[in-house]
């Protein structure tokens, strides 16, 4: 399992597409606690035995087996508006994808597929159905992840530890840095919605901090 997670998350991608997939449905559901603790060394690199971080950083490089993983399209359909809705099963592996306890490596190869199927984006004539509003999708509930872990966001935008008393998201609770956060974030904030969604919940945030410290 080792071994394979190292073959994956090393460039250049020399699998395809219907592997990284297959790959990736296997183990989705693997208990990533269990399999991210065994760890090796290779080449001055750590590596650990939770395979589905080294599939996401292997769809990284690969932006068709990214979303069609992240945005299946046997799980889901477009709107009367044009919008991607996913069915049950999408939306289950997307919940399970964002309640992933991930490590850092884990959370590495997931901003990364992210960011590969946000490609797709204003994008036509690609080859790959719906593309533009299955990608819009994807970086659009990231930008919920992130706009229900506000303690998280305003400890990084200030250069603060990300453990403590006053940190609780429920998504990003332990298993990021600050840097991981300003990533994601960097991904999905060109995005109208998603950025006034992120916005309004900071708003909030603030309105309760300031709250709290005048009583």
Do not use: C
């Amino acid at each position: 399992r080792v071994s394979l997670n190292a073959a994956l998350s090393i460039p250049p991608n020399p699998f395809g597409k219907d592997f990284l997939l297959g790959v990736a449905k296997q183990v989705e559901e693997y208990d990533e606690k269990k399999f991210g603790t065994e760890e090796i060394v290779m080449n001055g690199r750590k590596y650990n035995a939770d395979v589905l971080g080294g599939v996401l950083q292997a769809m990284g490089r690969n932006p068709e087996a990214a979303i069609s993983y992240l945005a299946d399209p046997k799980l889901g359909s477009l709107d009367p508006y044009g919008n991607w809705v996913p069915n049950d099963e999408g939306r289950k592996r997307l919940n399970r994808l964002e309640n992933r306890k991930w490590n850092e490596s884990g959370l590495d190869g997931y901003t990364a597929a992210i960011a590969s199927a946000s490609s797709f984006r204003n994008t036509s004539s690609t080859g790959v159905a719906d593309a533009d509003a299955r990608a819009t999708w994807i970086s659009a509930n990231l930008g919920t992840v992130l706009a229900n872990s506000p303690e998280e966001i305003a400890a990084a935008a200030s250069g603060n530890s990300l453990t403590g008393d006053d940190i609780s998201g429920p998504e990003m609770d332990g298993s990021v840095s600050k840097e991981d956060i300003m990533r994601l974030m960097y991904r999905v904030i060109d995005q109208p919605n998603v950025a006034s969604t992120i916005s309004a919940s900071m708003g909030e945030f603030h309105r309760r901090d300031i709250e709290k410290h005048m009583n």
